[in-house]
């Protein structure tokens, strides 16, 4: 493994505050690069919405947790957030896959270094950018709406050839973001399940609220927000995992 500190590691250290944005912006722009040349990129359909419901109703009920018909519903209607977004290579561009290593100079630089190229299944591009901002709560809210507008003027969220693809909208895609979050941390509990990732149980209740932060945002009215995150509370046990 190549030399340096995990980007995790430097994000939640808030000796590094100052230096979080200009190193998140890099990193961004080195995903979007990823994203968008590493596959054939296509637009998200109906039924890609649909796989995916299916995918994390399985993931989570894989893991002894009951799925109510409403709850069901809500998260059918929270992938419905991806229609018309790109479909990219899946990064899974969390923090603990990226290494940043500091250079000597009068100006503070860094290197950083992509890990995990393994082959997996296309996502929407949303997801990347979830995985990468909300995998802890290290983030403040003024840099990530900064990093979201700057990803959507600079990648090619609207360069998609396809027939039936019709462009997104900023507001749209912020939406999407915040589905993908929703998404993205409740896929990172069911993970975070296995025996061999007992060490990830105190980070439980960070990603488990920024889910519940995300529904919040979420701008459709076609569920019941409630509902949903009542069930992030409950039904994942979320005060089993608070830590002090």
Same mark, same amino acid.
């Given at each position: 493994r190549k030399s340096g500190e995990i980007?995790?590691?430097?994000?939640?250290?808030?000796? !590094?505050? !100052?230096?979080?944005?200009?190193?998140?912006?890099d990193t961004?722009?080195?995903?979007?690069?990823?994203q968008?040349?590493?596959?054939?990129?296509?637009?998200?359909?109906?039924?890609?919405c649909e796989n995916?419901?299916?995918?994390? @109703? @399985?993931?989570?009920?894989?893991?002894?947790?009951?799925?109510?018909?409403?709850?069901?519903?809500s998260l059918a209607e929270v992938c419905k957030s991806f229609l018309f977004l790109p479909v990219v290579y899946n990064k899974d561009s969390h923090p603990e896959n990226w290494i940043?290593?500091?250079?000597?100079?009068?100006?503070?630089?860094y290197i950083i270094t992509a890990l995990d190229f393994q082959k997996k299944a296309a996502v929407p591009c949303v997801f990347?950018?979830?995985?990468?901002?909300?995998?802890?709560?290290?983030?403040?809210?003024?840099?990530?709406?900064?990093?979201?507008?700057?990803?959507?003027?600079?990648?090619?969220?609207?360069?998609?050839?396809?027939?039936?693809?019709?462009?997104v909208s900023y507001s749209k895609f912020v939406d999407s973001y915040y589905a993908g979050v929703v998404y993205r941390?409740?896929?990172?509990?069911?993970?975070?399940?296995?025996?061999?990732?007992?060490?990830y149980a105190t980070r439980i209740p960070v990603i488990l609220n920024n889910a519940v932060d995300a529904i919040e945002r979420i701008q459709n009215e076609g569920f019941d927000k409630k509902v949903l995150k009542k069930f992030v509370k409950n039904h994942?046990?979320?005060?089993?995992?608070?830590?002090?």
């Open positions: 980007l995790l590691s430097f994000l939640e250290d808030r000796n !590094n505050r !100052n230096q979080q944005l200009a190193v998140l912006k961004t722009q080195f995903l979007q690069l990823l968008f040349n590493m596959d054939t990129v296509i637009s998200c359909d109906e039924k890609n995916l419901t299916m995918r994390l @109703a @399985a993931r989570l009920t894989d893991n002894g947790i009951t799925l109510s018909d409403g709850i069901k519903y940043i290593e500091r250079t000597n100079g009068f100006q503070q630089k990347d950018i979830a995985n990468l901002m909300r995998y802890g709560d290290y983030i403040t809210e003024e840099n990530e709406l900064i990093l979201l507008k700057e990803y959507y003027q600079q990648s090619n969220v609207n360069n998609v050839r396809t027939d039936d693809h019709k462009n941390m409740l896929s990172l509990f069911c993970a975070w399940q296995h025996p061999r990732k007992t060490g994942c046990q979320i005060d089993q995992w608070h830590v002090i």
